[in-house]
């Protein structure tokens, strides 16, 4: 069976961890080990934190928006803007690498994302904002599979 929730929300970064608990709390159905879900929530924050300081540039303005998938035991999230895109996706990939070091940023949300997921595929467009699609398979759910 497939179940699936979406969220909206405006992008300012007191909405972060508001996007990172509501994902939780509705993956948590899947009885997920501890370190999975805090993979999870952390990939959320990521991303969603991505979409406020780089693709809206921290303006205020603008959405961002979830839609999270559970099926067979695998989560899908789909985080996206329709903010300023990505210049260029391998770079913005590259550990360290931030366009706003002012802020102090780490460059290490992709790489994050990347570790803690199954699968990251990212789309974008400049000028015209960027999605991110990501996939995990509980460890719970396969040993249920597997039995």
């Known amino acids: 069976m497939r179940n699936e929730m979406s969220l909206e929300f405006t992008a300012i970064s007191e909405n972060e961890s ?3 608990v509501t994902v939780a709390a509705f993956v948590a159905q899947l009885d997920p080990t501890l370190d999975e879900l805090t993979e999870i929530k952390t990939v959320v924050s990521e991303a969603v934190t991505n979409s406020i300081i780089h693709g809206y540039e921290n303006s205020g303005k603008g959405t961002v928006k979830i839609k999270a998938m559970i099926e067979d035991g695998i989560v899908t999230l789909i985080i996206s803007d329709q903010g300023v ?3 260029d996706v391998e770079e913005a ?3 360290l690498f931030t366009t706003k070091p ?3 940023r ?3 949300g992709f790489t994050i994302m990347e570790n803690f997921m199954d ?3 990212i789309e974008t467009e400049e000028g015209k904002g960027t ?3 990501m996939t995990k398979e509980l460890a719970a759910q396969n040993k249920a599979v597997c039995k």
């Open 85 to 87: 895109g990505i210049k």
């Open 102 to 104: 002012e802020l102090e």
């Open 18 to 20: 508001f996007a990172r």
């Open 106 to 108: 780490s460059g290490m």
């Open 131 to 133: 999605t991110i699609y």
């Open 93 to 95: 990939k590259q550990p």
């Open 119 to 121: 699968h990251v595929e």
